[in-house]
């Protein structure tokens, strides 16, 4: 039998995880809305393109959590995404109420799934699920620095006019402007950047990492990012589903790491079929350990607030 991917909530970031997913042909996917009908419709317009993609995965799309039954991944997307202006902590209590209910069904129907959080707030978000399903915290993870991550290779390359794949990033703390993104981990095929770019050029591209989210929220004026969302979506799932054990910021629930417990917060994992199987520990110098620590600060005043 295949493996099923179910995706809750088939926007914008939730029906293009499907087409990645699908191309993929790892897993069978369910494709839950609230919306009636447009989940079938978008499910139906990916399967007419599994002839093309020369896929055999089937995609359901669905009103109904019974069909999310057994599920090994659950990617939950659902909520509202910000307008311009809005940061993510603004869509908090709309998105809580929303998640809240969403973890009860997991409970019911997929109480072994792997959960992968999108929804913004979404380091909160991943706090959400851990309280409304009392899962095992490694089985829950919020996406988040692979995106910020990601967003920081690319104006990396961007600057040095080089290939995006030789850039390597990593950005820890919360998914939200106190993000920490370090440069020292951050390199070109093993080179630290700080030796190939002054600081004052880093800290502008770690400043429009902050902000990656709110440039696009700005540009397109209705709706946020997915595109990249999405993919940073699709490696979580592609790790946990082959048990790739590939080394990913995420956010995890830390217990102890980095002196901080009972938080989810970006930091380096080990992504395999488990979840998070172990989550690496740097040794963080002064100014980035500062750094961290204000960024879970303002996670806990966050999570204070639901
Ligand atoms: N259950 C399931 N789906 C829901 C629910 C719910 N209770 N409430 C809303 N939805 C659905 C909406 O109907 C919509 O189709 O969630 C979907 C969200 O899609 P978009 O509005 O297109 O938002 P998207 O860009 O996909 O972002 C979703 O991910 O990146 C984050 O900040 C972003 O929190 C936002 C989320």
């Known amino acids: 039998m295949k493996e099923k991917v179910s995706i809750i909530g088939a926007g914008n970031v939730g029906a293009t995880l499907a087409q990645l997913v699908a191309r993929s ?12 009908d447009m989940p079938q419709g978008k499910a139906l317009d990916l399967s007419e393109s599994c002839p093309l993609w020369n896929v055999s995965v089937r995609i359901k799309g669905t009103n109904d959590y019974s069909d999310i039954k057994d599920s090994n991944i659950v990617v939950i997307t659902a909520g509202i995404a910000r307008k311009p202006g809005m940061s993510r902590d603004d869509l908090l209590t709309t998105n809580a109420a929303i998640i809240r209910a ?30 409304g399903t009392g899962f095992e915290p490694n089985r829950i993870m ?12 690319t104006f990396v390359a961007d600057e040095l006019g080089i290939s995006y794949q030789d850039t390597e990033a990593l ?10 993104p370090m440069p020292r981990y951050t390199t070109v095929r093993g080179i ?6 002054d600081r004052d050029k880093i800290e502008s591209l770690i400043e429009r990492t902050r902000n990656g989210g709110a440039e696009i929220v700005g540009l397109l ?12 979506a ?40 488990n ?32």
Request: aromatic share 6%; with cysteine.
């Open 25 to 36: 042909g790892l897993a069978d996917i369910v494709l839950f809305d609230v919306v009636r």
């Open 102 to 131: 969403v973890s009860s069904e997991l409970v019911r129907y997929c109480p072994d799934a792997v959960v992968i959080v999108v929804t913004n707030p979404m380091d909160a978000m991943a706090q959400v699920v851990l309280g």
């Open 142 to 153: 919020g996406m988040g620095g692979i995106l910020d991550s990601s967003r920081f290779r």
């Open 171 to 180: 950005v820890l703390g919360g998914h939200g402007d106190q993000m920490v």
């Open 192 to 197: 630290p950047i700080t030796e190939l770019m």
């Open 221 to 232: 004026r209705s709706g946020s990012a997915y595109y990249a969302p999405a993919s940073s």
């Open 234 to 273: 699709f490696q979580m799932v592609k790790s946990v589903l082959l048990d790739e054990k590939r080394v990913v910021p995420c956010a995890a629930l830390l217990n102890g790491e980095y002196g901080i417990k009972g938080v989810f917060a970006g930091v380096p994992v080990i992504l395999g079929s």
């Open 275 to 306: 979840g998070v199987e172990k989550i690496i520990e740097l040794q963080l110098d002064d100014s980035e350990k500062a750094a961290f620590l204000d960024s879970i600060k303002s996670l806990e005043r966050l999570l204070s607030k639901i």
